[in-house]
């Protein structure tokens, strides 16, 4: 009878430690997947800000020369923009120094 009611403890422990260690691993993954959306959704919300930065410092170049600026390196040199582009793809395109620029920005 000790024999038997030791067999079925283990037994119980052992099913615990398994449920445990499942969890376990699924709190792990499950956090692991949370924190690569929350990344993203920062990258993102990052291009945005840069779009609306140059943006803003092409209304500025407009209102100071009259003129939107013909590339984003006019920007960076003459109003002291700062565009990381080791983690953003910038594109800037002018169709007309009337219109305004058109601006994307994607993360890499």
């Known amino acids: 009878m000790y024999h038997e009611r030791s067999t079925e403890q ?3 422990r052992h099913g615990t430690k398994l449920v445990v260690l ?10 692991w997947f949370a ?18 930065a140059i943006l ?5 170049c407009c209102a100071i020369e009259g003129s939107y600026p013909s590339s984003l390196e006019h ?8 565009v990381n582009r080791s983690d953003y793809v ?3 395109e002018v169709f007309a120094e009337n219109i305004m620029p ?7």
């Open 35 to 52: 924190a690569g959306a929350v990344n993203q959704n920062l990258r993102e919300q990052g291009a945005v800000s840069v779009r609306n």
């Open 10 to 12: 283990r037994k119980r």
């Open 90 to 92: 910038i594109t800037y």
């Open 22 to 31: 499942v969890l376990a691993i699924a709190l792990v993954v499950g956090g």
């Open 75 to 82: 920007l960076e040199n003459e109003y002291g923009l700062r």
């Open 102 to 108: 058109s601006v994307v920005v994607v993360p890499r």
């Open 56 to 60: 803003d410092s092409a209304k500025q």
